[in-house]
């Protein structure tokens, strides 16, 4: 098969890439960078130039594969092109920088899917786009079979969940991947690295409350493996799934922080919910949530079995106390 990636640089798109040239597949990848390009080419993919919010590129890419992958997403600000960095920055209060990053973030986000869909559109090709559980409905078990909780916080990305649902009618057989706050593993530069650089700052790893809430997580080689099942997935014609890239329903937040402060040698402290925002910036909308969601059935309907360590044993292990 013949997979345009996005994101195929990224810590998860590159796994998933890997993953794919070694089951066989012919794989190109997104790259906005020569760095990029270089690294695509390295891994013996083909490569398309250009970012997210070039259309153009994504049409084309999409057009000329059998099927797509799509993983990028801005997760920083200084990733935006730099007109929309600007907006985001200068339009308006700086108190709403976060509210702004978060609608260009998303924006793009959508117009990529319904991009690379129309691309698709009336072929039954497939695509397997990546969202987050930080979406669903907190303190109870996620299931897939559920929707997003649109009173959350997540619920802005979450809503773009409709528009591959919409694409379903349009012939293409979609895949909604929602991955974990933590997906770890070597090379990782997510949640977990800002959690243990936070607490080097702050001289102390914290948690809120009572820390009891729990965050799900998965080896990024698992993850790689479940995007590529699912893409190969025969499901039936204008259908969409719905899969948790999930291999640890939750672990408690204490326990990510003791773990921090343990290899770091700091102090492990609570904070209230109103102290969260000095300890933790904008990092604080998330590090209360209790997340525990199930896969049960993602590995019921891919035969998908997660075999990579565990997050606290990765991050014991791994390399993510050593710069």
Known sequence: MRVFVTGATGFIGSAIVKELIGAGHRVTGLARSEASAKKLAGMGAGVVRGGIEDLDCLRRG???ADGAIHTAFYHAVGQIPLGARLRVILGGSPGGIVARFVSA???ADRRAIETLGSALAGSDRPLVAAFGTLAMKPGRLASEDDGYDSDGIGAVRGSSEETMHALAGRGVRTSIVRLPPIVHGEGDRGFAPRLIG???KKKASAYVGDGAN??????R????RLFRLALEKDSAAGTWQTYHCVAEEGVAFREIAGLIG??????????????AAKQFGFMSLFVGIDNPVSSRLTQERLGWKPTGRGLLADLDAADYFSH
């Open 221 to 224: 080689f698992d993850a790689a």
């Open 198 to 200: 936070i607490a080097r």
């Open 105 to 107: 973030a998303v924006g």
């Open 62 to 64: 999409a057009a000329e």
């Open 214 to 219: 729990r965050w799900p997580s998965v080896h």
């Open 262 to 275: 343990r290899r770091l040698n700091l102090p492990v402290v609570s904070k209230s919910p109103a102290e």
